[in-house]
């Protein structure tokens, strides 16, 4: 079965709803122009523009405008915009960084939706801006074919926007890929690695980067965070990427400083004067907020994780592993505690029940984590642990709420579930088997990992037996650390769900878009 194409369906005023909160927002290249310096008259977009969020009816838009602006959305199921429909969206004002974001509803289901984005100067109402074009897909309310992408791990280890090796060029692989959406497993930026003009390749040669002021410490301010994600959008590429393919995105440590976890004191790292983690946190989740295509939660300003659907034959489950974990260290407690916290009591009652309540054939887990996988926090003395993963052995610290939740899953009857993950900057794909682990009260299931998108390459790392993970394929740098983006050990993982028989093929991919691995797994039916 293929994706349905683009018709003439008409949005009717009626038919479309708009909710609309302050947030951020970026420009596409390629149809757009690049990122404009200098301030002009008429307001203009300042880097690009973005999609994320969808459901069967709706989508979230995004932008950011130069000054004082109304975001203003024309939405249609034609590229012509025959008889679309303008919508009145947020101011974008100095308090929010002068971003906006959008929720669209009443759109068709499982359809192309092209969306024509103006800014209105609220100095002068009879000014605008050029109009900049985008295109979402929505989710599909009957059985079709699904592709989607993920990765991880964007501009880190020093490695910016190098223009002339091509810019972030792992984010253009992904579009030729024509996904319907991206799930950006996290580290989305990293605020706690500075870019500078220069990096030293391994070959000898010199790595040039594109450098901004905001990206040259580590963030400490509101505004050093909010910088981390404009450096990243005036990378062409992922501006041409984000105006075609919505992203649904997740965090993990490096949207806030390496390794962190709530209350925690930075007491010996020198280069930051802000010593609480919590604080940096409180300013990394709002520039996090600002500049994601996420809803918006009124009541819960902060959460990121929730599920999205994306019709009969999947649900996605993204996690949050860093807002309400315990503090890192041994992690060795034989019985769960506040301390060996790592998905947090809510957020672990908010899984079960959303698992148990899906109709969908596959229910996929975004974890910003690997499982099995041993990730240090002093990774020389190999005595702390910032994983749940913590040696070969029972079940200990963070493991305990991944054994409830794989226990709950197989007594429960919950079927089809596949992790997916990013974080350690190789790919691999992992085969949790029950008969081979130390905890087997489980049903044996997959994790893919794959990413860095763009960043240092790493790895491999050490396997925790405790869920008995077998490493069917891997690629990664052989034990060096910090390769750059130029030696190509960067990857992206490609999923297709066929229409018909549901068969979820995963496909490990590099940024030359070679398929490295490939497993089609078969839905169990009850």
Known sequence: MTKPKPHSRNLSRRSVLVGGTAAAGLLAAKSFPAPAIAQSKRPFFTHGIQSGDISSDGAVVWARADKPARLMVEVSTTESFKNGQMLRGPAALANGDFTAKMEL?????????????????????????????????????????????????????????????????????????NPDFFIHSGDTVYADGPIQAEKALPDGGIWKNLVTEEKSKV?????????????????????????????????????????WYPG??????????????????????????????????????ERIYRKISYGPSLDIFFLDLRSYRGPNGANNQAEASPETAFMGAQQLRWLKRELLASNATWKVIASDMPLGLIVYDNWKEKNSFENGANGDGPVLGREHDIAETLRFIKHSGVENTVWLTADVHYTAAHYYDPNKAQFQDFAPFWEFVSGPIHAGSFGPGEMDNTFGPEVKFTKNPGGKANLPPSEKLQFFGRVDIDGESEEMKVTLKDIDDQDLYSVTLEPKRS
């Open 219 to 259: 963030a400490e301010t509101l505004a050093e965070f909010r910088g981390n994600y404009k450096y990243n959008l005036l990378d062409e590429n992922v501006r041409a990427f984000n105006a075609e393919v919505p992203m649904l995105a997740q965090w993990d440590d490096h949207e806030v400083v390496n390794n």
């Open 264 to 301: 925690e004191m930075l007491i010996s790292d020198d280069r930051y004067k802000v010593k609480s983690a919590s604080l940096l946190f409180a300013r990394g989740a709002r520039a996090f907020h600002e500049y994601m295509p996420l809803r918006t939660r009124p009541n819960e300003p």
């Open 105 to 177: 509803q009443g759109l068709p289901a499982g359809q192309d939706v092209f969306y024509r984005m103006h800014l209105q100067d609220l100095d002068n109402v009879n000014s605008k801006s050029e109009p900049v074009t985008g295109r979402l897909r929505t989710s599909p309310a009957a059985k079709r074919d699904i592709s989607f992408v993920w990765s991880g791990d964007t501009a880190g280890q020093g490695w910016g926007i190098n223009e002339d090796w091509g810019g972030m060029r792992g984010y253009e692989t992904m579009r030729r890929n």
